[in-house]
């Protein structure tokens, strides 16, 4: 079945570094979407990617989706202790009402 | 005001015990989901509704069995707990429907079932 996968599945930085999480999919995405959740708490969104190769700036948070739309990645630059979490990507099957997440990658702060 | 909010937060029970969690979302969105989140943080999507009907059931034991009164309920009924059921049930809502795009999805804060 389908799979996305994310790599690092953990980061450790020091405050002040850069982070980055890749998502692979073994088939074509139709989209990729986001999601940060915090220790203890729920996913909430933050971006949808739709077009090839399209590239989203959120502040410090900068979203990739490859030309082939089979991957995607998150960077964030000059990390803060508000960045600790999980950062899941998932990907947004057009028709078939589900969104199907990636392995995760947890981000932890090293102040 | 909460969007998707899900009941109980937490719950600790028996082995073989039975079980329900209750979602409610005030969105006026058409879709809703269950997502079980394990230990290692994996979410596994269980089941979709859209407009009360079932759409998705990603080979779920039939001992869990989901219910949507209106299209802004859904609860998860769960038989004969067994210990690798233990793990976060979150539920979610997106406004997408059969033929468009699934939307950004609004999870609600999540329900911690702990089995004994």
């Known amino acids: 079945g389908q799979q996305v996968m994310q790599i690092p599945q953990y980061q450790h930085v020091q405050e002040g570094e850069d982070f980055t999480t890749y998502c692979n999919s073994s088939?074509?995405?139709?989209?990729i979407q986001w999601y940060k959740q915090r220790p203890g708490g729920h996913p909430v969104f933050l971006i949808q990617l739709v077009k090839s190769g399209e590239v989203k700036k959120q502040k410090r948070l900068t979203f990739q989706f490859g030309e082939a739309k089979k991957n995607s990645s998150l960077h964030i630059t000059a990390t803060q202790t508000t960045d600790v979490g999980t950062y899941f990507c998932?990907?947004?099957?057009?028709?078939?009402?589900?969104?199907?997440f990636g392995t995760g990658t947890r981000l932890t702060i090293i102040p | 005001d909460t969007a998707v909010s899900q009941t109980p937060k937490y719950l600790v029970t028996q082995m073989g015990n039975d079980k329900s969690i209750k979602c409610e979302q005030n969105?006026?969105?058409?879709?809703m989901y269950w997502y079980k989140q394990d230990s290692k943080k994996f979410l596994k999507i269980m089941f979709s509704?859209?407009?009360?009907?079932?759409?998705i059931n990603e080979t779920v034991p039939n001992r869990f069995s989901p219910k949507s009164p209106d299209k802004a309920h859904l609860n998860l009924h769960i038989n004969s707990l067994e210990l690798g059921d233990s793990a976060v049930y979150f539920c979610?809502?997106?406004?997408?429907?059969?033929?468009?795009?699934?939307?950004?999805?609004?999870f609600g804060e999540g329900s911690r079932l702990t089995v004994l």
């Open positions: 969105l006026g969105h058409d879709t």
């Open positions: 509704y859209n407009n009360k009907e079932l759409i």
């Open positions: 979610a809502s997106s406004q997408g429907g059969r033929v468009a795009n699934t939307g950004e999805l609004f």
């Open positions: 998932a990907d947004g099957n057009f028709g078939n009402e589900k969104l199907t």
């Open positions: 088939t074509t995405l139709s989209n």
